[in-house]
C-alpha cells in the first residue's frame, strides 16, 4: 500500500504562484512514475507533469510546459509541483498519483491522493 497527501493548494490571482506538495508513505519503492492530475468540474481527469522516480524523466502537458515543473525529493519521499504564471485555466483539483506502469504523462495509476483545490482568478 502508498499514502498520498497534497498539500499547498489555494486561491490566487492570475499570473501569481503555487507549491504543491505530496508526502508518499508505504511501499514506495514500488512506484515508478509519480505525477499530478487534475480535474476541473465538468472536464475529465487530464494528466498535467509526469516523473520517472528511477531516471527522473519529466513529461508535461502542453497547456502547462514552461510554466509548472515538477521535482522529487527521494530522501523525504516527496513530489512537488511548483506552478507559475497561473492562469484561470488552471483552476481544478490537484490529485498526487503513483503507479507502476509508465507510458509518458499518462501512466497507470496504483494509488491517489485526495486532492487539491487550485483556484486562479482573473
Known amino acids: 500500500q502508498v499514502q498520498l497527501v497534497e498539500s499547498g493548494g489555494g486561491s490566487v490571482q492570475a499570473g501569481g504562484s503555487l507549491r504543491l506538495s505530496c508526502a508518499a508513505s508505504?511501499?514506495?519503492?514500488?512506484?515508478?512514475?509519480m505525477g499530478w492530475f487534475r480535474q476541473a468540474p465538468g472536464k475529465e481527469r487530464e494528466g498535467v507533469a509526469t516523473?520517472?522516480?528511477?531516471?527522473?524523466?519529466?513529461y508535461y502537458a502542453d497547456s502547462v510546459k514552461g510554466r509548472f515543473t515538477i521535482s522529487q525529493d527521494k530522501a523525504k519521499n516527496t513530489l512537488s509541483l511548483q506552478m507559475n504564471s497561473l492562469k484561470p485555466e488552471d483552476t481544478a483539483t490537484y490529485y498526487c498519483?503513483?503507479?507502476?506502469?509508465?507510458?509518458?504523462?499518462?501512466?497507470?495509476?496504483?494509488?491517489w491522493g485526495q486532492g487539491t483545490q487550485v483556484t486562479v482568478s482573473s
Open positions: 516523473i520517472y522516480t528511477g531516471s527522473g524523466s519529466t
Open positions: 498519483a503513483a503507479g507502476r506502469l509508465c507510458a509518458g504523462l499518462n501512466f497507470g495509476v496504483n494509488y
Open positions: 508505504g511501499y514506495t519503492y514500488s512506484m515508478y512514475c
